[in-house]
């Protein structure tokens, strides 16, 4: 039976990309392995994937005991499948913390390091001779998860070696960083058709903090005017779904890629003193400004 590879839900570039390179290792390496993702992916992964070549992965809606699966990009099972301990799991690649709450019948293979992006992970674990061997499509892949996890190295998350990771494949492509990541950045940017819903779904992962249940929300842009102009109706659609999923609140942070400042959406008193208490600002509006804010990883979700 073919290893199943998947990321979180709401799949981003990091989460698609990544699946779809361990699935060339494993099979480059003698075992059957098959990408998928958990969700539509953002406009940036769409892109990525048609400027590579690869079509889009299948979208897994359901696993069972059958199933052999290997987990990039998360280890939190809030963003997995309710019965994600009842799969065979084999293997997990991830770049976040340690959550807790995967439970597995035998002892796995995990590897969790503090870097960008799970394919630097996924990087470190290749020889060199792995590497060597490695089609420029997948490269490419890889080049791309690590741009797209750090800004292009704007981002606290970004180490050296995230650095010479990028830096090799993109001598390797004889590729511009700079310009690929504009591309890229300007792909994610175009979000005008979609919902106000799906704005603050296409990058959101669920967290409990404190005991309170929180969907937490990022848009990276190059343009998030497209975004802020649509304030009224957001604010409107943030109480819906936190009623629809019985949450406490759903945080929106709309992340200005060029400005490195991240606009957070105000929708009520116990958002704002959210803000006050964790961003130690005070929100006089709707809308509140936070320089220097582009990380949820590193900078959102340790403060709450």
Request: hydrophobic share 40%; with cysteine; net charge negative.
């Amino acid at each position: 039976m073919s290893i199943k590879i998947f990321g979180h839900k709401s799949p981003d570039t990091d989460a698609t990309a990544s699946a779809l390179v361990w699935s060339w290792y494993l099979n480059f390496k003698g075992q059957k392995a098959n990408a998928y993702i958990l969700g539509t992916p953002n406009t940036e992964t769409l892109f990525v994937l048609k400027y590579w070549g690869f079509e889009v992965p299948k979208q897994l809606t359901s696993v069972s005991s059958e199933d052999k699966v290997v987990i990039v990009d998360t280890n939190n099972p809030n963003e997995l499948f309710d019965n994600i301990n009842d799969t065979q799991i084999i293997q997990i690649i991830d770049h976040h913390k340690l959550v807790g709450g995967i439970q597995t019948t035998n002892p796995i293979d995990i590897c969790i390091k503090p870097l960008a992006s799970s394919a630097s992970v996924m990087y470190t674990l290749m020889s060199d001779s792995d590497i060597k061997s490695m089609p420029k499509n997948i490269k490419g892949l890889m080049l791309s998860c690590v741009l797209s996890d750090t800004l292009e190295f704007r981002s606290p998350t970004t180490t050296d070696l995230d650095k010479d990771i990028a830096t090799i494949l993109a001598n390797q492509l004889k590729i511009d960083i700079n310009e690929y990541a504009s591309k890229m950045f300007e792909a994610k940017s175009d979000v005008s058709h979609f919902s106000d819903e799906d704005l603050i779904k296409l990058d959101s992962k669920k967290y409990e903090v404190s005991g309170k249940k929180y969907r937490v929300s990022v848009l990276e842009t190059t343009a998030p005017n497209i975004v802020l102009d649509r304030k009224d109706s957001i604010l409107k659609t943030i109480e819906t779904i936190k009623k629809d999923e019985s949450l406490d609140e759903v945080l929106l942070f709309v992340i200005d890629i060029l400005k490195e400042e991240a606009t957070f959406f105000i929708p009520n008193n116990a958002v704002k003193n959210i803000a006050k208490n964790s961003f130690k600002t005070e929100a006089t509006s709707e809308l509140v400004i936070l320089p220097g804010i582009v990380s949820r990883k590193k900078q959102i979700i340790p403060v709450l």
